[in-house]
């Protein structure tokens, strides 16, 4: 039991270090296969090197895999994991982290057990400090923007500020830096990085330009 607790502790230490690294997170959602492998390679080609594909997307299970040999110098995981099914076979197909919209103790034990960092969902203080104390991770802050999104967080960090917080729903590319100049440890984007009239016309090179832009405006936060 204490070799598999500090086997967890490792985990997530080697987590935290890692976000501190590179500090985005791209969400990347679409029931398309092909699409979601398209963003990737965009994203990754614009400088971002954590990767998250929605579980729904389509084989997930085999386009998670596939891109991490296509992206060696990144880490690809999965999100929206909402039970232990979901969470399984994501473990099994590689996934290097674990997003969940919500804080489910037997999904964050799961990921402890299998070494794999879990990135709980919670909102409130109440949430985020129960799902920290059961051994998430980080603890995912979602949805940000519906509590006031900057001014929330700005308030709620300094009080939590021995748990590493990931806002997102509602960071975009211009308010990304303001999150981690307030104590975020890292951002996830999804939507405002793939712009929906982009993704459409399959203007990858715009893509890469706003990945590219995100970087830029939040390198001053990159830890070496």
């Known amino acids: 039991m204490i070799y598999g607790m500090i086997l967890s502790m490792s985990a997530t230490s080697a987590w935290v270090s890692l976000l501190q690294q590179h500090r985005v997170i791209a969400v990347i959602r679409s ?7 398209e963003m990737a390679l965009a ?37 929206t994991l909402l039970n ?33 960092p879990v990135v709980a969902g919670a909102l409130t203080p109440t949430e985020i400090v129960s799902a920290w104390q059961a051994g998430a991770a980080a603890v995912k802050v979602f949805p940000v923007d519906v509590l006031g999104g900057v001014t929330y967080f700005e308030t709620l960090q300094p009080v939590l500020s021995d748990i590493p ?15 981690l100049a307030a104590g975020a440890l890292a951002v996830a984007v999804g939507r405002q990085l793939f712009a929906p009239e982009a993704i459409a016309t ?13 970087i830029q405006r939040v390198q001053p936060y990159f830890l070496s």
């Open 165 to 179: 917080l990931v806002p997102t729903g509602g960071v975009t590319l211009h308010n990304a830096a303001d999150y």
């Open 202 to 214: 399959a203007d990858w090179t715009a893509i890469i330009a706003r990945s590219q832009q995100l």
């Open 43 to 79: 994203a990754a080609a614009g400088g971002i090197k954590l990767l998250e594909i929605a579980w729904n997307t389509e084989r997930a299970d085999s386009l998670i895999p596939k891109l991490q040999q296509e992206l060696p110098d990144c880490k690809i995981g999965t999100g």
């Open 84 to 116: 232990l099914d979901m969470a399984e076979r994501a473990i099994a197909c590689g996934c290097k982290f674990l997003f969940t919209p919500h804080f489910n103790y037997a999904l964050v034990q799961l990921g402890q057990r299998a070494h794999i």
């Open 31 to 37: 029931h398309q296969a092909s699409l979601a492998r």
